[in-house]
Every structure is written in C-alpha cells, then in structure tokens.
C-alpha cells in the first residue's frame, strides 16, 4: 500500500466540464471499472458518481449543450415497419435503447420525451 502525505494548504483542483464528462464516459464505459478511472484519473470514486449523477439530472453538460454524445444506432427492418402509415397518421416504430450494464429497452417512437427519460433513468438505476 502506497501512502502519500500532503504538506502545506489543502490542494483542491478545478475540473472543467469536459473533463468531468470524459472521466464519467471513461469510467463507465463497457469493461471499465470505476475504481481503476478513478485511482488513474486521481479522483475519488464517490466524485465520479456524484458527476454522472449530475448528468443525469442534465446539471452537467459539455460546452453548454444538453448533448452528452452519440450513440451507434441500428435501425432494423421488418414487414411491419415496411408497411407505409395510414393516411394522417405518423408511423409509430419500436425502438432499442441500450442502457448501462448491458441491459436495453424497447419502446414505441411515439412516446414523450419525458416517459423516455424516466424509464431510462429507471432502468439504469435498477
């Protein structure tokens, strides 16, 4: 075990929140584990937590947009999704959201923004 004594006034360090953003993307990342970001990145784990907390709850964004990034997605084909709207009507496709921990979840498109977050935020939480 490797101990460290700090001599002198308290060291309290700025992160940006670019740096915030890409140290909670390195840390749950697929196979990443957060204690290893965090001893690496010289952080506490309970900070690490704390940031991906305050993204959720979009307290914290990168360069002052409500974007956190970009996903790959993959739109699949079937003969129900083929099959042209009736006229008037929006087509209402399933989606696949992947989530942390592997884990996805299907919902309709025609669903509010607001019931999206929430089901993801559960999802991610259970």
């Given amino acids: 075990m490797r101990a460290e004594v700090l001599v002198g006034a308290e060291r309290r360090r700025r992160w940006s929140v670019d740096e915030k953003v890409r140290i909670v993307r390195e840390a749950f990342a697929p196979e990443a584990r957060v204690a290893e970001v965090a001893r690496r990145r010289d952080v506490s784990r309970a900070q690490i937590y704390q940031w991906r907390a305050e993204l959720r ?3 914290l ?3 002052g947009t409500g974007i956190i990034g970009f996903v790959p997605v993959d739109v699949a084909t079937s003969a129900l999704l083929e099959q042209p709207a009736p006229p008037g009507e929006a087509a209402d496709w399933v989606i696949e959201i992947g989530v942390a921990g592997g884990r996805s979840l299907k919902v309709l498109s ?4 607001v ?3 929430r089901l993801i935020r559960a999802v991610e939480d259970a």
Avoid at 110 to 113: A, F, K, N, Q, V
């Fill in 61 to 63: 964004t990168e360069a």
């Fill in 57 to 59: 709850r979009e307290r």
């Fill in 115 to 117: 019931e999206l977050r």
């Fill in 110 to 113: 025609s669903l509010p923004t």
